[in-house]
């Protein structure tokens, strides 16, 4: 077998994911030749949510979110591409599944609408339906956050752990209307978990339009020293920058997530370019705890807790970051080891990927907004 990395084919075909093998076979999702397709509509509101289409010709079908409706339908997806995907392992053909699809309409949010099986030149058309509303998914309903980094002078608090740990630092700056959470390498898997509690309030207090520096001052009123963590410090301090916000940072230790020298290879937690993800559930309750979403272009994958999902959701968290190291570790792209995982039937933890569940995103933000608003 050759060492050489694949080259990453997504940004020449529609899913990425077609080329990994093994997996459950799939129609593809592109054709320039005649389509057909219903409308899938919102149960409780009516609105339209997306597409399925089909093309016996190429062998392709796919769920087509409409992106004027958000993150609501982008996930309505994961049941209609888990659908046609039993159809091909089946050995249907596509107008089979659209058929079939059509006879039991139900899905998660949406169903099929009556009578609405329609033709088309091709899926581009589908993609793009005659609408006259904006279609931008980055417009819509995105949670409002912070700059992530400025390189201007800082106010910072220090957020300690019951016995007086350092578990990290929350910082803001008005001018640039930024803030973030710095986490404290040595405070282990505790300090990767309060990040998250502490990036929600910051969410929270950026949705209320409150400038970095009030959020900071918030955290310090309502920070309890009886509770899992709290604000070590009563007032603000001062940092010229960033790198001067903590302690170790001033013994030129990187502290912004950025790996130290000799530190374990981690994908980049960001990226705008276009993602896959897939949702994590519950292994007891079923309950959806979060999504983890990777991008070739920017070398980028992680996992996204879902917002209502508690403590529960963002404790789980670091299962799977621990199963992204060990992939790039192991020098596999984000796609290949979002395919491994998705493929692999136990994992530790408390969650476990839903199968049917793949599904693509413009970028992390539209997996984010997934996870903060269902």
Known sequence: MSSEQPKPSRFDEDVHFNLVSPGPPRYQTYTGKPVRYFTVVDKQRGAVLGYVWANDEDDAAAWEPREAAGPRAFSEGGIWHARLEDAKQRGLLPSQALEELLASPEGNNGRAAPDCLTDAPNAATVENPRTTEPLTFEEVDSPQRYARTTDKPVQYVTVAGPQGTVLGYVWANDEDDAAGWQTNP?????????????????????????????????????????????????????????????????????????????????????TEKPVQYLTIVDKESGSILGYLWAGDEDDASAYE??????????????????????????????????????????????????????????????VEAIAFSC
């Open 186 to 270: 040595g405070g282990g898997d505790e300090a990767f978990n309060m990040g998250a509690l502490y990036v929600s309030k910051l969410r929270d207090a950026k949705a209320r339009s409150a400038p970095p520096t009030t959020a900071l001052s918030e955290l310090i009123r309502e920070s309890d020293p009886a509770g899992p963590s709290h604000i070590a410090s009563g007032t603000p301090e001062q940092a010229p920058s960033l790198q001067d916000v903590s302690p170790k940072s001033r013994l030129e230790e990187p502290m912004f997530f950025r790996e130290k020298p000799g530190g374990p290879a981690r994908y980049q937690d960001w």
């Open 305 to 366: 807790p879902r917002e209502a999902g508690g403590p529960r959701a963002t404790n789980e968290g670091m299962v799977w970051i621990n199963e992204l190291r060990a992939a790039k570790a192991r020098g596999l792209l984000p796609s290949q080891a979002l395919a491994k995982l998705y493929g692999a039937p136990e994992h530790a933890g408390h969650g476990r990927p839903l199968p049917g569940s793949l599904a693509d995103a413009p970028n992390a933000a539209a």
